[in-house]
């Protein structure tokens, strides 16, 4: 595993600005999702990590040293990954390890490897030609990780599959992230929140927002509990709703929500309150905002 380092990097198109002045740390073994709206500069920003295009200015390190020189150290998974239908998945891959001037001995060894890590080791010897859409993305990130990188990055590997191919998709990167550092691009946050642990948003180019998950969901807690609960408790829900420190309140169904002012006070007193009239809890909690209103807050402004 290793840390990626962009700094001030930079990327036109003619007078399109696609990429603006990006700074970006990826830590060593962190799984950062790259999101934002379509035409933002996420496949840009990814095609200057992989040197398909190269930066107008700027510098990108893997530890400490231009990636220039480390393209051996990166693995690739484009949006649409391409294969010669006619070929098995273990032709592919030996094709593929070729390329990266990996020897026949290593080959033989590592694409039995890369194939039960992906689950497609029942498939090697099929054709291409009869895999679905989420085996393909699976055989894609097979070749990406053939030689091992230190560095996987992927551009948008969800977004064109069915939730059968997603999840599967979405369980190998997960398996991955105790093994590489990760980066991937998606415009679908539930997979962001779901996989990642590092959250990086940019808009017309720019990074808006680059936070650890983890803090960015604490500071999207908001000062509005529910609570929901078995059967009938009107006694309860009137007695606590005239606190003076709960400012809205109402019930939908067996679900009673709450606004209030001293979120941490009355978080004590609400589960107090619950405790003390011997309810049946089904649920209680804080509200927090979600990623996909984190985002469209950001996209707006």
């Not at 595993?1 to 700074?23: C, H, P, W, Y």
């Not at 150290?73 to 649409?80: A, C, E, K, S, W």
């Not at 309150?273 to 979600?290: C, D, G, I, K, P």
């Amino acid at each position: 595993m290793t840390e990626l380092r962009i700094q001030n990097l930079s990327k036109r198109f003619g007078a399109q600005k696609a990429v603006q002045n990006v700074d970006l740390v990826v830590p060593d073994g962190a799984c950062l999702a790259l999101i934002g709206p379509n035409g933002a500069g996420k496949t840009t920003l990814i095609n200057m990590l992989v040197q398909i295009l190269k930066p107008d200015g700027g510098e990108i390190l893997l530890d400490g040293k231009p990636i220039r020189h480390l393209k051996n150290l990166i693995g690739y998974l484009p949006q649409y990954p391409h294969f010669y239908g006619w070929m098995t998945a273990k032709e592919c891959l030996n094709f593929m390890g070729k390329l990266s001037k990996m020897n026949q001995a290593d080959l033989n060894v590592r694409i039995p490897e890369v194939l039960v890590l992906v689950g497609l080791e029942k498939e090697g010897n099929k054709r291409i030609s009869g895999f679905s859409g989420g085996m393909r993305q699976r055989l894609g990130i097979a070749q990406a990780i053939l030689h091992r990188p230190k560095l996987l990055v992927m551009d948008e590997p969800v977004s064109a599959l069915d939730p059968i191919g997603r999840m599967e998709v979405i369980r190998l990167v997960e398996k991955l992230k105790s093994e590489t550092t990760i980066l991937f691009s998606t415009h679908i946050l539930a997979d962001a929140a779901e996989i990642c642990d590092h959250i990086t948003m940019i808009k017309k180019g720019e990074v808006v927002l680059d936070k650890p998950l983890e803090t960015l969901l604490k500071e999207a807690s908001t000062n509005v509990f529910e609570v929901e609960l078995l059967g009938e408790n009107a006694a309860w829900y009137a007695e606590v709703s005239e606190h003076s420190n709960i400012l809205f309140s109402e019930k939908k169904g067996s679900v009673y929500r709450f606004e209030v002012q001293n979120k941490a006070e009355m978080s004590v007193f609400l589960l107090q309150s619950l405790a003390s009239a011997n309810v049946e809890v089904v649920r209680f909690m804080n509200v927090h905002e979600t990623l996909e209103q984190i985002f469209m807050k950001k996209v707006s402004e």
